[in-house]
């Protein structure tokens, strides 16, 4: 699931060109129709020729609305700049374009629109070139161009076609287990209640989680979840998502809150940054000024600690910190905007470096400047982490080669997201050849393995659980790692293994018809306990399954391949042995015969059967006990 956003100055055809493209217009309100501009976002969506939907959002061109275009454009996967053939390059064009490039949205099409009014083809190759020199070094410098006229439809295939290419080429966003959802829209449904959308990121949520809303720390429940108006189980990275939320109030939430599961995030109210600054600001900015700080659907005011000078000049590059007037969540690697709030002006923008600091940094001092370089270029914990996921599960020896982090790093960096949950250790002791696994990668592993199992019992209810060895070649673990995994379930208890291996929960229970079979059965073994029904007789009375899920459960027991008793015979005939042993010092084959009036087909199986479970042993014609 993929989400484009539109950008480019107003009435240059955005809304129009979603429209020719999904069939929907994106402009809800009735003051947008009315004055024919985007003032919130809207939202639309297609079917790609691959069968992929991809969700768009439409932000606003017009200056006044620049911070509502910036609540939509931070969870987009790629973006179409929009440039009417009629106007050329606009200033909210230049801004806009800033603003992708700012936030490193590489992937884009530049969409020459309303080509249906430039009859003079030479005026167009006049303005593809002028719009090549606009971008040639902004990261949409490769972007392709393509011409549209909404209007006439010419153009939209060749679009279509550019667009699925592009996404096709951009990896999915990674499912790092710790959904995100930056909420860009709020508002209530009658027989629903609260309902909020955003594009969500970093996991997956399901109908029935527990949610909470930062940074106020609210909590709820999904009661449902749409995309693109379907309803789903499951909301994917990457996808526009609408969430029902019970619990919450609407009056509760606002724009630029963030729907998380509960204690994987905590709101800040400091920030550190590195920060690029557009070229052509009006001004430098000084250390102390007021910026807004937008970053995800989300804005605030902050104020601005230059690191390591006192003034940041158009085109430069420094570290900064932010001190936000109210929390907000944003995580390391996030991409933000800053605005100066008066007179309105995009100044710059860059990545979150480091989203917990400790505390207020010395403005100069070295070693802090250090470090947030080395952040920037990714922390040791970072580099840990991609190294263990490169491998799956393996040794720590492996992890900390394929690191190449030295000892004292390696060390902080293991606790750490040993600490964080990041890391599993799959074995208590933390030596060179432990296992460990990623959090992300365990998560794959053990839902697999613990779907086997649950389809094993829902294929075989009336079987106590799947044999180790067959588990063992279903998940193609090899057998060291499969033996860590197991026995790591095991003690967690998500597993347990006797015979087999089945879920805790697990047991075999029969049916009305089977326990009438079951009794009838019995019946039998009661007329004559020591000469009983064969295993063929009792088979063709109850089953297979029946009779293996009866002899699993102990309720009767296996002495051959062709000889059975329940388990309450079986132990008064182990006892009566074991006394005449101690009384007469040996036991025979024809005495145990005699001793319970059977035949010597049940008294020899039953006595091989106790000299293999090690009760007795053979001397001669005769048993003792071992």
């Known amino acids: 699931m993929r989400v484009i956003g539109t950008a480019g100055h107003v009435d240059h055809g955005k809304s129009t060109l ?47 609305f620049i911070e509502n275009m910036l609540a939509g454009i931070g969870g987009i996967d790629a973006a179409l700049l929009i440039i009417a053939a009629d106007e050329g390059i606009m ?25 249906d009014l430039a009859s003079d083809l030479s005026w167009l190759e006049l303005l593809e070139t002028d719009i090549r020199l606009a971008v040639s070094d902004t990261a949409l410098q490769n972007a392709s161009i393509i011409r549209v006229s909404a209007k006439n439809k010419t153009g939209l295939n060749s679009l279509i076609s550019n667009l699925q290419s592009l996404l096709e080429n951009k990896p999915n966003r990674p499912n ?33 989680d527990e949610i909470a809303i930062l940074p106020s720390g609210l909590k709820g429940r999904i ?55 557009l070229k052509d600001i009006s001004t430098s900015i000084q250390h102390g000024d007021e910026v807004k700080f937008f970053v995800g659907a989300s804005e605030g005011i902050a104020i601005l600690r230059l690191l390591g000078t006192e003034e940041l000049k158009a085109g430069e590059t420094g570290w900064i910190q932010l001190e936000l007037r109210e929390p907000i969540l944003a995580v390391r690697g996030d991409r933000y905007i800053l605005r100066r709030p008066s007179p309105s002006e995009t100044l710059g923008g860059g990545t979150v470096v480091d989203h917990q600091p400790k505390g207020r940094h010395k403005r100069f001092d070295e070693d802090v400047l250090k470090s947030l370089e080395a952040l920037s270029h990714g922390s040791p914990a970072e580099v840990l982490l991609e190294a263990t996921s490169a491998l799956g599960i393996a040794p720590i020896k492996e992890v900390k080669a394929k690191s190449r982090l030295d000892a004292e790093q390696f060390e902080k960096a293991f606790n750490e997201l040993i600490s964080n949950q990041q890391i599993i250790l799959l074995e208590g002791n933390k030596n060179p050849e432990s296992l460990i696994v990623s959090f992300t990668e365990w998560q794959k592993i053990k839902e697999k393995l613990l779907q086997i199992v649950d389809d094993y019992h829902k294929q075989y209810r009336l079987r106590s659980g799947i044999p180790k060895e067959e588990l063992k070649n279903k998940i193609k673990l090899p057998n060291k790692v499969f033996n860590v995994v197991l026995e790591f379930l095991i003690t967690n ?35 004559n306990p020591y000469a009983t029904p064969s295993v063929k007789e009792c088979q063709a009375e109850v089953g297979e399954e029946i009779l293996n899920a009866l002899i699993e459960s102990d309720e009767f027991i296996a002495v051959s391949s062709d000889v059975l008793f329940r388990k309450k015979d079986f132990d008064n005939m182990v006892d009566k042995i074991k006394s005449h042993i101690k009384q007469n010092g040996q036991i025979t084959l024809a005495e145990v015969r005699d001793i319970f009036s059977t035949t010597r087909k049940y008294a020899q199986a039953l006595l091989e059967y106790l000299d293999s479970i090690q009760v007795t042993v053979r001397k001669e014609d005769a048993r003792i006990l071992k």
């Open 91 to 115: 200033p909210q064009t230049k801004e806009h374009l800033a603003i992708l490039d700012l936030l490193g949205i590489s992937s884009a099409i530049i969409v020459l629109t309303k080509t």
């Open 223 to 277: 009661r449902g979840l749409q995309t693109h108006k379907k309803k789903e189980e499951i909301a994917i990275a990457g996808s526009r998502t609408a969430v029902n939320i019970s619990g919450i109030e609407t009056d509760s939430i606002q724009r630029g809150d963030v729907l998380v599961h509960p204690n994987q995030y905590q709101a800040t109210r400091r920030i550190d940054a590195k920060l690029n600054l």
């Open 493 to 527: 208890h998500e597993l347990r293994f006797t015979k087999f291996v089945s879920k805790p929960e697990h047991k075999i229970k029969f049916d009305e018809q089977e326990q009438l079979q079951i009794q009838k059965l019995k019946r039998k073994f009661e007329e």
């Open 176 to 208: 790092l287990h710790r959904p995100r959802l930056p909420i860009d829209r709020v508002f209530s449904m009658s027989g629903f209640g609260t309902v909020v959308t955003g594009t969500l990121s970093d996991g997956e949520l399901k109908v029935g």
């Open 18 to 64: 979603i429209e020719a493209l999904t069939g929907t217009h994106p402009d809800r309100l009735k003051e947008e129709q009315a004055r024919e501009m985007t003032i919130e976002l809207g939202f639309g969506w297609l079917m790609l020729p691959n069968s992929e939907q991809v969700g768009i959002v439409d932000v606003p061109g017009h200056r006044d």
